[in-house]
């Protein structure tokens, strides 16, 4: 089947939604961060077949998972330079933002519009990245279920106007579990499914107690730590409420896919080596990459078999 067969002969697709009534007058829309816009760029010719995007922090993480999946999925030539928006590549693309949700927010604000404007269907997105874990091994990667706030409750709170309004933090489960199980049959580190904690801080948001700044005892670190456990919570990290709001509203089929760096119940410092986080912070890429070989190769296998039909 060609792409527009493919298209057709999909029973319902899904796309990205927007929900602003101001797009819809405005001559162009500028994506500032992005240095692209509607009318100065074809954005559904450069982004329109995208099918997954994966989104995480670090420069060196993205520009690893960048090389990574590009040789893995074999569809690049493996001495080219990737630049941070993969304009061209035709199925895939690739983002680095900075810390925090406000950071994340904006990136994500600007990528749903890149999507919807460039008409994708059924795009996958996940988040990778690394947190705290709450009594996991070192090296053990989680799969969000759900983001809970610091209060432990599964909701992100954006003040629009100077109200403030709640969203929903649910992400998808399918894909949560099917990544689980990709994990399994890859054989090579600890996976789980847990629900993640996001903070507005690293330091006394997550109850560490080598900040600048800190009021309270080992002993309330650990009732803490031990309540956030007692909600199903595995790890912390400072992106994932944000992430699965904005991607549910929107219709993405969302997920958060972090590595723990160290045990929160055993400390605050990040005392393992250069090499080790490193390594274990390629988890989160052979994860997903993997899960996007799989599912392009059985996409692959059910064009050929329609093609013989
Ligand atoms: C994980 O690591 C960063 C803090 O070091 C933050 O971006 C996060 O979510
Ligand atoms: N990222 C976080 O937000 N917290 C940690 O403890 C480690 C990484």
């Known amino acids: 089947m060609n792409p527009e067969e493919e298209k057709r002969a999909t029973p319902c697709s899904s796309p990205v939604f927007v929900h602003n009534p101001h797009l819809d007058v405005m001559k162009d829309d500028v994506l500032y961060h992005f240095g692209l816009g509607t009318a100065t760029h074809n954005l559904p010719a450069m982004f329109g077949d ?16 960048t090389e990574y999946i590009a040789a893995e999925i074999r569809m690049e030539d493996p001495e080219s330079e990737y630049p941070n928006i993969c304009a061209g590549t035709d199925r895939y693309a690739m983002y680095k933002h900075g810390m925090g949700i406000p950071s994340i927010a904006i990136m994500l604000h600007e990528l749903i ?3 919807h404007h460039a008409h994708c269907e059924d795009v996958t997105i996940v988040r990778i990245g690394t947190s ?4 996991l091994e070192p090296g053990t990667v989680v799969v969000t279920k759900k983001s809970m706030d610091a209060t432990f409750l599964p909701k992100f709170e954006q003040v629009i106007l100077g109200k403030t309004v709640e969203r929903n933090t649910d992400l ?6 099917e990544l689980l199980q990709c994990s399994k049959e890859l054989n090579q580190f600890e996976t789980v499914i847990g629900n993640t904690m996001c903070t507005l801080d690293f330091y006394e948001g997550q109850a560490r107690l080598d900040g600048a700044f800190c009021s309270y005892t080992e002993k309330d670190k650990q009732d803490y730590l031990k309540k956030a456990s007692e909600a199903g919570i595995c790890n912390i990290e400072m992106e994932s409420s944000v992430f699965a709001a904005m991607c549910k509203l929107s219709g993405l089929r969302a997920a958060v896919v972090c590595v723990t760096l ?18 274990y912070q390629l988890r989160p890429q052979i ?18 078999n329609s093609a013989t039909v």
């Open 172 to 177: 998808d489960q399918c894909l949560a579990e």
């Open 287 to 304: 994860l997903v990459g993997n899960y996007i070989k799989k599912l392009l190769k059985a996409k692959a296998g059910r064009s050929c």
């Open 50 to 65: 995208v099918k997954f995007v994966c989104v995480g922090g670090s420069p060196w993480r993205m520009k690893s998972f």
């Open 132 to 135: 705290g874990g709450i009594g």
């Open 262 to 279: 160290l045990d929160r119940l055993k400390g605050d410092q990040m005392n393992s080596s250069h090499e080790v986080l490193q390594s």
């Open 113 to 115: 519009k890149l999507l």
